[in-house]
């Protein structure tokens, strides 16, 4: 079965730091471009960053930009996302998401379930 | 940046058929995919590349694109179909991921 599980997500003070998980399995996951989108509660679905399968192509909202980063670990099947200097506008459910391909502008056919972060002191 | 404009909610009763907007300037120049997502659960691709639905999704539903508006079309629409529904489109000016504000579909 694809599918894909995030970790990491929990209770935490603004300004600091938490760091995403998502793994991946039921398919190759080197062959394929991943996403992070959130959504905050009671709002709709935000797209965060993206990276292609080897990296090589970032990209990153301008919310989060310059305070996140995308990476990934293939040989582990696994996605990160280090999120620092946190505020509470931060709160929200995030997904992990593949693409269809390799690239970042391949839509997303496979999402996780979600991990809560709240951010708060 | 791009902006796609949804209504944040749509009412159908069972059998029906639901009809589902997205605005965006020049949209139908864009290519569109189309998202269902459900309380508790992951999103789920329903549309892709304006009117392409992967395997597995019900042939009721399909979708179009045109002028400012893409549309997703809910046939026969069932209990079942109730969820938050997205649009989504690749930004190329700003080489960001846009999703419009979500439309709740309530079957009723």
């Known amino acids: 079965e694809v599918q894909l599980v995030e970790s990491g997500g929990g209770l935490v003070q603004p300004g600091r730091s938490l760091r995403l998980s998502c793994v991946g399995s039921g398919f190759n996951f080197d062959d394929f471009a991943m996403q992070w989108v959130r959504q905050p509660p009671g709002k709709g679905l935000e797209w965060v960053a993206g990276?292609?399968?080897?990296?090589?192509?970032?990209g990153y909202a301008d919310s989060v930009k310059g305070r996140f980063t995308i990476s990934r670990d293939n040989a582990k099947n696994s996605l990160y996302l280090e999120m620092n200097s946190l505020t509470a506008e931060d709160t929200a459910l995030y997904y992990c998401?593949?693409?269809?391909?390799?690239?970042?502008?391949?839509?997303?056919?496979?999402w996780g379930r979600g991990t809560m972060v709240t951010v708060s002191s | 940046s791009y902006v796609l404009t949804q209504a944040p909610s749509v009412s159908v009763a069972p059998g029906k058929t639901a009809r589902i907007s997205c605005g965006g300037n020049?949209?139908?120049?864009?290519?569109v995919h189309w998202y269902q997502h459900k309380p508790g659960q992951a999103p789920v691709l329903v549309i892709s590349y304006d009117s392409d639905r992967p395997s597995g999704i019900p042939g009721r539903f399909s979708a179009s694109n045109s002028g400012n508006t893409a549309t997703l079309t809910i046939s026969r629409a069932e209990a079942g179909d109730e969820a938050d529904y997205y649009c989504q489109v690749w930004d190329r000016s700003s080489d960001h991921w846009v999703f419009g504000g979500g439309t709740k579909l309530t079957v009723l």
């Open positions: 020049n949209i139908g120049g864009e290519t």
């Open positions: 998401a593949r693409g269809s391909g390799t690239s970042r502008l391949d839509r997303f056919n496979i």
């Open positions: 990276m292609t399968w080897s990296g090589g192509s970032i």
